[in-house]
């Protein structure tokens, strides 16, 4: 297995103590003329240590890593988001009527991983919860190599949620946990079959927030936490989700697009501070879109062109891909407007989906339960699959959707 960048782990100045020495004075330089911490402060800090002091080691990229993340964005495949927490499979379940035990729950998702013609076609790898990727199908063969099987690579939700973000704003803001003892968790999963892995960051926008506190807690986290992927051998997913859902959603889409492109912004200095490879991540970010209780809903065509301005202007090229989260859009306004944007075209990273409830909502009701359903379920998968795997190539039209 070759390295593939140029970073080098050594240092390039030979006078490695000499250099650390240095390198002390410079921070402490940068902090003179700052009287508090803040955006600016912090800003100048990083850049001064990244351009003068360029020996600083960078995580070691392995063509392993590269490879699944151009797996996950292959043209026409996306990834669908199966992660749910028990809590949240079981507000799913409430809304079918069915009682979520470990079988249902069995039950459910093997529905959806033994649908070989939606699973091999157009879905690049699942995102499981904790539960999934240690169970057993009926009979008997492990879940993950049921999807393997059908060509999708089997991934795992590692954050363990999203809290009250201590301090004055705790009622609103959250920070994502997990942290702790992440890398035994991460060696344990490669060795039950992971080789993706996602995170969940979690910004709340009002008309005062997300806080800069906040901003910065949860890049950095998400920085931390894909750092310690890539050095497990497993391709980051990082998602840093702008709500456009829950009690706060009345901002506009400007207002979105303001907040999406300052969090990733700061994402995205955290993943460098971090050394953190962007050749081997997935970029899984919302859309700019206004927030649902917002009285002026923009057009899909300009969700998606903010959309593509603001990725224009955060994520380097270097990435090779972004897989939308769904966030509460409908079925088909997140395939519309995945097309639309892959419709814009000359992007320099794969675009496609990475969703859940957009992905599965149609088949959750079509099984609702019942094992004599389970071709309907199925067939629902497919259809919303394929939908969306040709958004991901700009070629959904209101007429394919209609014709199924
Ligand atoms: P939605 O597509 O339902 O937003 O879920 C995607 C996801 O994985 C959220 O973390």
């Not at 070691?60 to 949240?88: H, Q, W």
Request: aromatic share 6%; hydrophobic share 40%; proline share 4%.
């Amino acid at each position: 297995m070759g390295h593939l960048n140029a970073h080098n782990s050594q240092p390039l100045c030979p006078q490695r103590d000499t250099a650390i020495l240095c390198t002390s004075r410079l921070v402490e330089e940068a902090w003179k003329g700052f009287t508090g911490a803040g955006p600016e402060a912090d800003l100048a800090l990083s850049a001064l240590q990244q351009k003068q002091v360029p020996f600083l080691t960078r995580t070691f990229m392995t063509e392993e890593l590269a490879k699944t993340a151009e797996a996950l964005v292959a043209p026409g495949k996306g990834i669908l988001a199966a992660d749910e927490s028990s809590g949240t499979i079981k507000k799913r379940f409430d809304s079918i009527g069915v009682a979520s035990t470990e079988d249902t729950r069995r039950d459910y998702r093997e529905m959806l991983f033994s649908a070989n013609d939606a699973m091999k076609n157009y879905v690049s790898g699942v995102i499981l919860y904790d539960e999934t990727i240690r169970q057993k199908a009926k009979d008997g063969t492990p879940l993950v190599d049921v999807m393997k099987a059908a060509g999708s690579i089997p991934g795992i939700k590692v954050d363990t949620g999203a809290k009250p973000l201590a301090g004055p704003n705790s009622k609103i803001e959250q920070i994502t946990e997990g942290l702790d003892g992440l890398r035994e968790r991460l060696a344990e999963y490669y060795k039950l079959g992971a080789r993706f892995a996602k995170w969940r960051a979690v910004i709340t926008i009002t008309d005062d927030l997300p806080s800069w506190n906040c901003v910065k807690a949860n890049a950095h986290a998400l920085a931390r936490y894909a750092a310690l992927c890539q050095e497990a051998g497993i391709v980051p997913i990082v998602e840093p989700e702008v709500l456009m859902d829950g009690a706060h959603a009345g901002h506009t889409i400007d207002r979105c697009y303001e907040v999406t492109e300052w969090t990733q912004r700061i994402v995205f200095r955290e993943l460098y501070d971090a050394r953190v490879a962007l050749e081997g991540i997935v970029l899984k970010p919302n859309m700019v879109i206004a927030g649902q209780k917002c009285p002026q809903q923009a057009s899909a065509q300009q969700v998606a062109e903010l959309t593509v301005k603001c990725l224009k202007s955060t994520v380097p090229a270097s990435v090779p891909g972004i897989a939308f989260l769904s966030g509460g859009q409908s079925d088909e306004q997140a395939t519309e407007n995945l097309s639309l944007i892959n419709e814009i075209g000359n992007l320099p990273w794969k675009v496609t989906f990475s969703y859940g409830r957009a992905l599965q909502a149609a088949a959750l009701k079509a099984w609702g339960g019942k094992t004599e359903n389970v071709a309907a379920g199925q067939r629902a998968f497919a259809h919303r699959a394929r939908m969306n795997s040709l958004a991901a190539l700009g070629k959904w039209t209101q007429q394919l959707e209609k014709a199924a």
